[in-house]
């Protein structure tokens, strides 16, 4: 395994504010536009130079898709795929304290809006397009008006997709998969949360491989909830780290490694906030582990409901 199947998201350094813990530590108290497209820009460097060729932004990033534009401006456009997503705006302010840093609407308006500026900041290096966190209940996966907006984006030979989140995954996956539109499939990218704590859309994410979709997996670290020093109590984090300190490797590149054991994947994504955590990340894609290992890693999930509900009241910061 190396580090061209992982991808690096920008989620943690588009904007000011977000739930991975250790924030100050990483970032400082700078945190300014300009302080953050710098390191936004030597992470791209470095991942490009470690062999990542897949990022990973949002147009609820903060002002993700700007820094990356201005990253690409120059280069060859087949040097890295983008991917982004839409249906979220960020709302934030760059404030840290603000009370709502994004919102979410999956309507026709709001795609229409969102795309332009998507495609106006990425055009030819933008490679997938997804509905950011489409659920049953949001109407992105029903709505046949949307459907046929989508598809225009899909015939411009740009994958259209979904991201997952919440404990029903797997259900908004198979329904994805379902919707045809002009007699293909309008959903063939996928982008879910999986790691040794919550990997019930396995099982999914494995049927829509199977159906020639890509997949990619986000949130590999928990949010931060299974990284070096760590203080998470749970058992299901004591029990991956303590597995961590038995193979003898970092919590973190065990983690980058068993999402990369699943053949089902075509991605992993680095959240990482510094080149020391991207690095790590990259050791961790080269690690080949004992089939058992990885099987032990997934021996205590979490509860979907109660994982995605402890997620909901991490604060941001």
Known sequence: MTADRLGIGLAAVGRPSYITP?????????????????????????AVAAGVRYVDVARSYGRAEEFVAAWLAGRDSREVEVGSKWGYR????????????EVKDHSVDAFREQWSQSDRFLGRHLGRYLVHSATLESGALT????????????????????????????????????????????????QVTWNPLEPSVGPAA????????QVVVKEVVANGRLTPGTDDDAPGARHVVGLAREVGVPVDQLCVAVALAQPWAWRVLSGAATTEHLASHVTGAGLGLDPAVVAEALGAPEDPAAYWAARSDRAWS
């Open 206 to 213: 494995a049927e829509a491989a199977g159906r020639g979709a």
């Open 143 to 190: 709505d046949t008006a949307l459907h046929r907006e989508l598809a225009r984006v899909r015939d411009r030979g740009i994958r259209v997709g979904i991201s997952t989140s919440g404990p029903h995954q797997a259900d908004a996956v198979r329904t994805a998969l379902d919707v045809v539109v002009g007699g293909a499939p309008l959903f063939t990218a996928f």
């Open 90 to 101: 960020y709302v934030g302010d760059w404030r840290l304290d603000a009370d709502v840093h």
């Open 22 to 46: 250790g924030r100050t530590a990483d970032l400082g108290a700078e945190r300014a536009p300009e302080a953050l497209e710098r390191r936004t820009h030597t992470l791209l460097d470095a």
